[in-house]
């Protein structure tokens, strides 16, 4: 089925651990997104990738880092994991235009 | 960065009532608006899209856009259980670098 999947769907990590969050889409989408979700707090973006090739912070990037590894994939890698990284994590793909954003279904970590 | 206001609710609504959800923005650029509904527990996925003044309607949906007032709407007619959801608003892209920012959400309850 056409959309985002992302993976892990859930993790937990130990403080200081590394991980990589993994994205990739089949929509042939040129945006792609990362966001955090927290209680209260709304989404909060945390980089982007305009196009293949490009990456850009957002909102809340530190203590993380994304690479756009080619039009279909986008990941996002906690390098030291903090507790304060606890949250649901939504990877999205977009069209240019006006054709809103299509979420994965989410990453529940927990870093403990 | 474009910003955006929602109520945090919960809007608690009858069976059958209509619902009444309100977002307000700051960027009098901003032409277009989505909405988004989040189960809990799920990803967003968008359900309305607007991008003039007035009104546009979908099935029990209906998008209302008030560009001089900087405020967007969003009714349901005829609220269903099945409509408990949280609420989020986004504006569209208005030319240039396109940042989406999200509203936090206003959380509906539709009570049988």
């Known amino acids: 089925n056409a959309g985002v999947t992302q993976t892990p769907k859930f993790q937990v990590l130990k403080t200081g651990q590394s991980m990589t969050l993994q994205c990739a889409q089949d929509?042939?989408?040129?945006?792609m997104y990362w966001y955090r979700q927290d209680p209260g707090m709304g989404l909060r973006l945390i980089y982007y990738?305009?196009?293949?090739?490009?990456?850009d912070k957002g909102e809340v990037p530190n203590g993380y880092n994304v690479s756009r590894l080619n039009k279909r994939e986008f990941s996002l890698r906690l390098e030291s994991a903090a507790p304060s990284q606890t949250s649901v994590y939504f990877c999205?793909?977009?069209?240019?235009?006006?054709?809103?954003?299509?979420f994965g279904s989410g990453t529940r970590l927990t870093v403990v | 960065q474009k910003e955006v206001e929602q109520n945090s609710g919960p809007l608690s609504v009858p069976e059958g009532a209509i619902a009444s959800l309100n977002c307000t923005y700051s960027?009098?650029?901003?032409?277009?608006f989505f909405w988004y509904r989040q189960y809990s527990g799920k990803s967003p996925e968008l359900i309305m899209f607007?991008?003039?003044?007035g009104d546009k309607e979908d099935g029990r949906f209906t998008a209302q856009l008030n560009k001089a007032s900087q405020y967007v709407s969003l009714l349901i007619r005829d609220s269903q259980p099945s409509d408990s959801a949280t609420y989020l608003c986004?504006?569209?892209?208005?030319?240039?670098?396109?940042?989406?920012?999200f509203g936090r959400g206003t959380s509906l309850i539709v009570h049988p």
């Open positions: 999205a793909s977009s069209s240019q235009g006006n054709y809103g954003y299509t």
């Open positions: 986004a504006p569209g892209p208005s030319g240039g670098s396109y940042i989406p920012t």
């Open positions: 990738s305009a196009s293949e090739g490009t990456t």
């Open positions: 960027d009098r650029g901003s032409q277009s």
């Open positions: 929509m042939n989408h040129n945006s």
């Open positions: 607007i991008y003039s003044n």
